[in-house]
């Protein structure tokens, strides 16, 4: 059997914390984007702001597409589960504009943080000293 190094499995350590992470933003969202104050969606609103934040704070910090990647499945995973219709029938996640936008928005967002270039930093050319 190979032998896995420390590394490979640190890093995939750090890809099921990001899942989790994911998963427990995503259930937070799916659960408070319904939440109006007057006639402002500020559930939907935090919700939309909150996911994209973590999905690409996990990107900056880690350098890992993966990472980002695993942060964005565990969100679509909660809003996937929590969107079905419940054993009493009741439905988190209704067919509404709103739900429609939450659900859209969450796989949209991942796509656009794990698909953006990886910035270069290009350093200036060293003179020889002749």
Same mark, same amino acid.
């Given at each position: 059997?190979?032998?896995?190094?420390?590394?490979?499995?640190?890093?995939?350590?750090?890809?099921?914390?990001a899942a989790l992470v994911?998963?427990?933003?995503? !259930?937070?969202? &799916?659960?408070?984007?319904?939440?109006?104050?007057? !006639?402002?969606?500020?559930?939907?609103?935090?919700?939309?702001?909150?996911? !994209?934040?973590?999905?690409?704070?996990?990107?900056?910090?880690?350098?890992?597409?993966?990472?980002?990647?695993?942060?964005?499945?565990?969100?679509?995973?909660?809003?996937?589960?929590?969107?079905?219709?419940?054993?009493?029938?009741?439905?988190?996640?209704?067919?509404?504009?709103?739900?429609?936008?939450?659900?859209?928005?969450?796989? =949209?967002?991942?796509? =656009?943080?794990? !698909?953006?270039? &990886?910035?270069?930093?290009?350093?200036?050319?060293?003179?020889?000293?002749?």
């Open positions: 059997m190979a032998r896995v190094s420390r590394a490979f499995l640190i890093r995939i350590a750090a890809w099921i914390v994911g998963l427990l933003y995503g !259930a937070a969202g &799916t659960i408070g984007h319904a939440y109006f104050w007057g !006639a402002v969606p500020v559930g939907l609103l935090l919700a939309m702001v909150s996911v !994209a934040a973590i999905v690409l704070a996990v990107r900056v910090l880690t350098h890992d597409r993966w990472a980002a990647l695993a942060t964005g499945l565990g969100a679509m995973l909660a809003t996937l589960v929590l969107s079905g219709e419940g054993p009493g029938g009741s439905v988190v996640v209704e067919a509404s504009t709103l739900g429609l936008v939450w659900t859209a928005w969450v796989p =949209l967002v991942t796509v =656009l943080v794990v !698909a953006w270039p &990886t910035r270069v930093v290009r350093r200036p050319a060293v003179e020889s000293a002749n």
